[in-house]
Nanobody, 116 residues
Framework: VQLQASGGGLVQSGGSLRLSCVAS????????MAWYRQTPGKQRELVAS???????NYADSVQDRFTISRDNAENTVYLQMNSLKPEDTAVYYC???????????WGQGTQVTVSS
C-alpha cells in the first residue's frame, strides 16, 4: 500500500492550494482518509478527515477555509485550502485507514509554505 501526496508549494497569504493524495496497492475498502500537518518541534495535528460515507471533521483553525473531499472509486482524497495564512505553513501528510487495518497508512508529506 502506498500513498502519494501532491499539490504543495509556495503561496502568498490569502491564496489557495489544492492537495491530492492517491492510495494505491492492495488497500481494499478505505474507511477514513485524512490530512494532518506538522511543523518543526510540534506534534502532528489533524487538519481534516472524511469517512467513506462523506462525514467530515475539521480542526477549528481551518474550519470554513479548508474543504476535504474524496473519490472512493479512485481512493483519492483532496484538501482544498483557501484564504491561506502564514500559520498554515507546514508539511502536510495524508493518511488512509483501510477497514481491515488496525492503523492508517501515511503518505510522504508535501510542503505548504504561505508567505506574508
Amino acid at each position: 500500500v502506498q500513498l502519494q501526496a501532491s499539490g504543495g508549494g509556495l503561496v502568498q497569504s490569502g491564496g489557495s492550494l489544492r492537495l491530492s493524495c492517491v492510495a494505491s496497492g492492495s488497500i481494499g475498502r478505505v474507511d477514513v482518509m485524512a490530512w494532518y500537518r506538522q511543523t518543526p518541534g510540534k506534534q502532528r495535528e489533524l487538519v481534516a478527515s472524511i469517512t467513506s460515507l462523506g462525514s467530515t471533521n475539521y480542526a477549528d483553525s481551518v474550519q470554513d477555509r479548508f474543504t476535504i473531499s474524496r473519490d472512493n472509486a479512485e481512493n483519492t482524497v483532496y484538501l482544498q485550502m483557501n484564504s491561506l495564512k502564514p500559520e498554515d505553513t507546514a508539511v502536510y501528510y495524508c493518511s488512509a485507514k483501510p477497514d481491515w487495518a488496525a492503523y492508517p497508512y501515511w503518505g510522504q508529506g508535501t510542503q505548504v509554505t504561505v508567505s506574508s
